[in-house]
T-cell receptor, first 116, second 114 residues
Framework: GENVEQHPSTLSVQEGDSAVIKCTYSDSASNYFPWYKQELGKRPQLIIDIRSNVGEKKDQRIAVTLNKTAKHFSLHITETQPEDSAVYFCAASYRFRGSTLGRLYFGRGTQLTVWP | SAVISQKPSRDICQRGTSLTIQCQVDSQVTMMFWYRQQPGQSLTLIATANQGSEATYESGFVIDKFPISRPNLTFSTLTVSNMSPEDSSIYLC???????????FGPGTRLLVL
């Protein structure tokens, strides 16, 4: 099955700095890569996702990049704010025309702390 | 997005007992999943709840320990049977709609087994 590695496990940045979290995957068939944010005591919430037919996707201060050849994808958060502090999980899966044919495989998570 | 509720939100149970967790969605969904998240850990898939048929379990999880029901397209239950302190965890359901790749999570059930 798929194996998703996520680094770093913890990341501390100063408010206003950028944060980058990296994930690698093993199955070249994976074509859907979501990122979830989980605040303390809350449920994981999808913040951005990318499909393998695009190399980059942005949503305000958040962007995700995908390198299919190298089988890695990254989350970029610019102008970080204290409310960005949370655990971030990457995941990988195979999707065919939007249907679920494969489960989500999650990374181990990154604890991001943004200091004011 | 789907509105997902779970009951109970938390519980404290004695070892050897069983607890049934309910997951209710406000609209029909194709896929429902059950995850376990131990403190400070990632999300571990227990099983996929299939409507009208037996659940599909991941390696390391068995039906006798985690029986699952899914009687319709909006509701599922997960039972944690013969509990031990090692079962203390957060249990989350998640859902996907056909044709929509996004998976949404319920609020979770915090279980403590004494």
């Amino acid at each position: 099955g798929e194996n998703v590695e996520q680094h770093p496990s913890t990341l501390s940045v100063q408010e206003g700095d950028s944060a980058v979290i990296k994930c690698t995957y093993s199955d070249s068939a994976s074509n859907y890569f979501p990122w979830y944010k989980q605040e303390l005591g809350k449920r994981p919430q999808l913040i951005i996702d990318i499909r393998s037919n695009v190399g980059e996707k942005k949503d305000q201060r958040i962007a995700v990049t995908l390198n299919k050849t190298a089988k890695h994808f990254s989350l970029h958060i610019t102008e970080t704010q204290p409310e960005d502090s949370a655990v971030y999980f990457c995941a990988a899966s195979y999707r065919f025309r939007g249907s679920t044919l494969g489960r989500l495989y999650f990374g181990r998570g990154t604890q991001l702390t943004v200091w004011p | 997005s789907a509105v997902i509720s779970q009951k109970p939100s938390r519980d404290i149970c004695q070892r050897g007992t069983s607890l049934t967790i309910q997951c209710q969605v406000d609209s029909q969904v194709t896929m429902m999943f059950w995850y376990r998240q131990q403190p400070g850990q990632s999300l571990t898939l227990i099983a996929t709840a299939n409507q009208g048929s037996e659940a599909t379990y991941e390696s390391g999880f068995v039906i006798d320990k985690f029986p699952i029901s899914r009687p319709n397209l909006t509701f599922s239950t997960l039972t944690v049977s013969n509990m031990s302190p090692e079962d203390s965890s957060i249990y989350l359901c998640s859902v996907e709609r056909e044709g929509r790749e996004t998976q949404y999570f319920g609020p979770g059930t915090r279980l403590l087994v004494l």
